[in-house]
């Protein structure tokens, strides 16, 4: 039994060893054209990509560098993203900064527009008061007469009105007008620009109605928020000499609303959209006024989260509509 054993272990053996040298022998037959094929097919498509990669990057910068060149030189072109890899995202930033500096460019040269129409209109300003003044002059030297010394004075305050406003005006476009907000209540506001324009409404004969109101807060710069009220209240006396101002506010969740408004002939139709203008002076503008105290007011009110809008009511007499929101 035991030699049987032995036999069929050793046969075993045997059967295995050969079946192992048969599958060598055939990866030996195979080896020699597998494996040098394979690599050369390997080599060959990493050059074919790598060209292939190196094409469409070339592809990609340069078509960067000609939207670059468009732009310097001054051409509005659109850029296209061509996929979704490395360039796509370098190709967004590139038009994100290409996009924020044509509008800082367009900025700019609307700043320096209306800069330049500003000191047209200020230089026409000063010129009218100066020639006044030198005409005047030149009468009194002639002849003393107490009515040219008043109309010398009335240009000289007239100036002096002319470099305040156009000293808070700069101290606005150059950002160091600072507004300080606390609480105020509509009421008191109203109540303390009336009171502050007391001696020119008694001169013209007008009056100011502001009725009695709930507790109405706003968080505002008393100061200069008082200065942009008078200044629209000045607007209705002018053109409503001898009448009434009417105030009122309301407040809801959203905003608070006040309104001023006249009992005089309303604002010119094609005067509307110009009112808050700097030195714009409408078609029904009377008075040595220089055009200033509506956009200083609109200043005043936008740069306290607020809005302002002019129109006439359907009653008669122009209105001025003021919303501070809340948030």
Known sequence: MSTRKNILI?????????????????????????????????????????????????????????????????????????????????????????????????????????????LSNIAHQIKTPITSISLSVQMMKQNSDPDQLEQVEKQLLRLTHLEEALLVLSRIDAGTLFLQKREMDVFTLLVLAADNLQELLVSTGTSVEIPEMREMALAVDPDWTMEAVMNLMKNCMEHNKGGTIHCSGDQNPLYTQILIW??????????????????????????GGIGIGLALSKEIIERQNGTICAKNRPDGGACFEIHFYSH
Request: aromatic share 12%; proline share 2%; no cysteine.
């Open 262 to 287: 006249d009992e005089g002939e309303g604002f010119a139709k094609e005067d509307i959209p110009h009112l808050f203008k700097r030195f714009y002076r409408g078609k029904n503008a009377v008075g």
């Open 10 to 118: 050793t046969f075993g053996f045997v059967i295995a060893a050969s079946l192992i040298a048969s599958a060598l022998s055939g990866l030996h037959t195979f080896h020699p054209l597998f494996v040098p094929a394979g690599f050369l097919t390997g080599i060959l498509l990493f050059v074919v990509t790598f060209l292939y990669r190196n094409k469409m990057e070339a592809g990609r910068i340069q078509a960067l560098a000609d939207y670059l060149e468009q732009v310097n030189t001054g051409k509005e072109v659109m850029l296209s993203a061509s996929g979704e890899d490395d360039f796509s995202k370098l190709e967004d930033e590139i038009y994100k900064t290409v996009t924020s500096l044509y509008q800082t460019k367009e900025a700019a040269v609307q700043a320096k527009n209306d800069f330049a129409e500003n």
